[in-house]
Every structure is written in C-alpha cells, then in structure tokens.
C-alpha cells in the first residue's frame, strides 16, 4: 500500500492540508455554551439550592429552627488529614468550570483581561473591593440579622469545622474560592456572553442577580433578596469599571470575615444566632 495522499480526482495531494478557519460564534452556539458552564457550576448550584429550600420550608419547624453550613468536616475529627485532603481537593475542583470559563474565552481570541480578570491594577482592585466589601457586608449582616428574626432565613453556621490547626487556612481558601468562582463565572463571563447574545445591560445585569440570589435560596428567602440587591450592586459596578477583579476582592473579603467570625464569635455574643 502506497503511503503517498490521493487528492479527490486521484492525483496525489501535496503541501500540508488547510488550516480549519473557525466560524464566529451564533448566538445559539453562544446560548448552547452558557447553558454547559452554568450546568457545571452554579446553575446546577442554583437548582440544589431550590430543593434544598423546598425541604426546609416543608420540615417540621421553621426556617430559622433549621441550620445551613456553608463548610463542613468531610471525615470524622480524629482523621484530620484526611478531612484536610478533602477540603483543598473540593477548593481545588470548585475552580474547575473558572478554568474552562478562561479557555472558552482564549479559544474566542479573548482572555481573563477581557473581563478584568487580572492583577493589572491591584491597588485600585483593592481599594475598590474593600470599599465594595465593607457596604455590602454590613448591609447583609443587617439583612441576615433581619430576615432571621422574622422567620424567612434559617440559621446559618458559617462553618462546623472541627478545631484543627489547619481550620482558619482552609477557610481562607474557601472564601477565595467562593470569591472567583462566583464573580468570574456569574457576573464576568456571563454578562459578557449575554451581550454578545445583544441584551440589554439592565436585563443581564437582572438575569445575572437573579441566578446569584437562586443558588443562595437554601439560606432562606431573607438572604435570596439580599444577594439578590448585591447581585445588582455587583453588577452595577462591573458595567461602570469593567473589572470583574475588585467584585473577587470584596466576595473573598465578606466570606473571610463571615468565616473567621463565625469561629470566634458565634456561641459568644447573644446577637448572633448559631
């Protein structure tokens, strides 16, 4: 058998085939690909989140006599290293669809830059984020304190860790976690995408809020309107600067202070249920 290429006609071919050019992206290619991101990350969050708070509403009890942990211990407090391994194995995976988020958008000729994804400016990303962090986290204290004494949030343990020495770095990787994963994906990707997709600001900065405040619905209905108004703040200052890296600066910052608060303050001030 002859190892030489035959062109359609018989004759043989010569010289390296073609590159394959890649369409532009249609809008329902563009669809199809925010569906798999979402259904990967935190839209499937978003739909637990629902059945996680029909079960609550329908169990004996209110919402405020059911807990919510945000981490838990994944094996038993005299097998710390292997909860350990645990825990940096479910921060590590957590970040698997922000990985894809930023190949998507080098295959498309784009980058995290593209979203502000970066640390081009990090003395205004912090000073943005800390100043993002400090109104958002004092007016969702205020909102959490409020709905749970009302009965539309139940009572949420911020951790249940058990005292180990690697608890406090553990939980600091958890809220960078929850940092990048949440504003990458729900405000810089997806707002990008849906306006190639032609939306309006005002309407995917709607969408994007409304999805951040569904995968937060297993906290109760006080916390869905309160990420539901940070969605919209978040937003808001994304379209302004186009910078998704102050919004992951105030994320990390709200969840290290409600995480290393709640292991040293809940239990000893009477304010703060838990």
Not at 73 to 101: K, N
Request: glycine share 10%; proline share 5%.
């Amino acid at each position: 058998m002859s190892d030489t290429a035959s062109g359609p006609h018989g004759e043989a071919a010569t010289g390296p085939p073609e590159p394959v050019r890649e369409a532009p992206m249609s809008r329902r290619l563009i669809a199809s690909e925010v569906a798999c991101v979402l259904a990967l990350s935190l839209g499937a969050a978003a739909v637990s989140a629902v059945i996680s708070f029909v079960g609550t509403v329908t169990a004996p009890g209110g919402l405020t006599e059911q807990t919510a942990s945000l981490v838990d211990p994944r094996a038993g407090a005299d097998r710390p290293w292997l909860d350990l391994t645990w825990q940096v194995y479910s921060v590590v995976f957590a970040l698997a669809p922000v990985a894809l988020v930023l190949y998507l958008l080098r295959r498309g000729a784009q980058s995290g830059a593209t979203i502000g994804f970066d640390v081009r400016r990090p003395g205004v990303d912090l000073a943005g984020g800390a100043l993002l962090a400090a109104t958002i986290g004092a007016g969702g204290l205020v909102v959490y304190l409020v709905s749970w004494q009302l009965g539309l949030s139940t009572t949420v343990a911020p951790s249940s860790l058990n005292d180990h020495w690697w608890e406090l770095p553990v939980l600091l990787l958890q809220a960078v976690k929850n940092g990048v994963l949440e504003e990458v994906i729900v405000v810089g990707y997806l707002m990008l995408r849906m306006s190639q997709l032609g939306w309006s600001p005002v309407r995917a900065a709607v969408v994007s809020s409304l999805l951040r405040a569904t995968y937060h619905l297993y906290q109760g209905a006080g916390m869905f309107v309160g990420n539901l108004v940070m969605g919209l703040v978040f937003c808001w200052f994304y379209q302004r600067c186009g910078r998704v890296m102050p919004l992951v600066v105030a994320h990390t910052l709200i969840d290290v202070v409600a995480f290393v608060g709640s292991v040293y303050l809940i239990g000893r001030v009477g304010w703060l249920p838990g």
